[in-house]
């Protein structure tokens, strides 16, 4: 089964909207997780990386106060895209390590299209 | 330059067919590599491991070559369920922060 449990797995909004997305690791403590985006045909691209309890870390070019990242426990991890607009349309996928690093685990992604 | 570049194909092989491409990547500190694979609009999985010795994994063989910089992936026997989309993932250490490839999509046709 799995073991990062991310959903909404498809989102349909209009511009201007803000949509969250949540990651959760099922049975295990996830200390760090990775967002990821794909855009079609290309490459998975990180966007931040969250540690529980603190301020995640953005890749450059991309906006932190427009992907709001929190990972308050060790179980989850949420990613809001504010005020989002049509080319913010794409797959966003998180995945999350254990304490440990030993292994990567990803979450089932969500593809989001902006109206 | 890109972290890592792959041929994105498509590469349409009949079953039983064997296929074989390449990924390249520019960072001579990686020490990590991995094929994954993508079917559409899922996340990626882990398909192998790629050791500095080559390793097999039934149907897969995957080599690198760190001289040249770059790993392979050859899959024997094809079947119709291999068809899919093959990342090429390499870390520079083990924080799991991957460099994806954009993919190479493989067709096998009955």
């Known amino acids: 089964g799995a073991v990062v449990s991310q959903h909404p797995s498809w989102v349909i909004c209009k511009s201007g909207t803000s949509v969250k997305i949540e990651c959760r690791s099922l049975?295990?403590?996830?200390?760090?997780m990775f967002w990821y985006r794909q855009f079609p045909k290309q490459s998975l691209m990180l966007m931040a990386t969250?540690?529980?309890?603190?301020?995640?870390?953005?890749e450059q070019g991309v906006e932190k106060d427009k992907f709001l990242i929190n990972h308050a426990s060790l179980t989850l991890s949420t990613l809001t895209v504010t005020s989002a607009h049509p080319e913010d349309s794409s797959f966003y996928i998180c995945?999350?390590?254990?304490?440990?690093?030993?292994?990567?685990?990803f979450g089932s992604g969500t593809q989001l299209s902006v109206l | 330059r890109k972290e890592v570049e792959q041929d994105p194909g498509p590469f349409n092989v009949p079953e039983g067919a064997t296929v074989a491409f390449n990924c390249t990547y520019s960072?001579?500190?990686?020490?990590?590599f991995f094929w994954y694979r993508q079917d559409c609009r899922k996340e990626p999985k882990l398909l192998m491991s790629?050791?500095?010795s080559g390793n097999e994994d039934g149907r897969f063989t995957a080599q690198l070559n760190r001289a040249s910089q770059y790993i392979s992936l050859l899959i024997r026997d094809s079947k119709l369920s291999d068809s899919a989309t093959y990342l090429c993932?390499?870390?520079?250490?083990?924080?799991?922060?991957?460099?994806f490839g954009a993919g190479t999509t493989v067709t096998v046709r009955a």
């Open positions: 049975d295990f403590q996830a200390t760090t």
């Open positions: 790629v050791y500095s």
């Open positions: 969250s540690n529980e309890g603190s301020k995640a870390t953005y």
């Open positions: 995945s999350a390590t254990d304490r440990n690093n030993e292994k990567l685990f």
């Open positions: 960072n001579s500190a990686s020490q990590s």
């Open positions: 993932v390499v870390t520079v250490a083990n924080d799991y922060k991957l460099s």
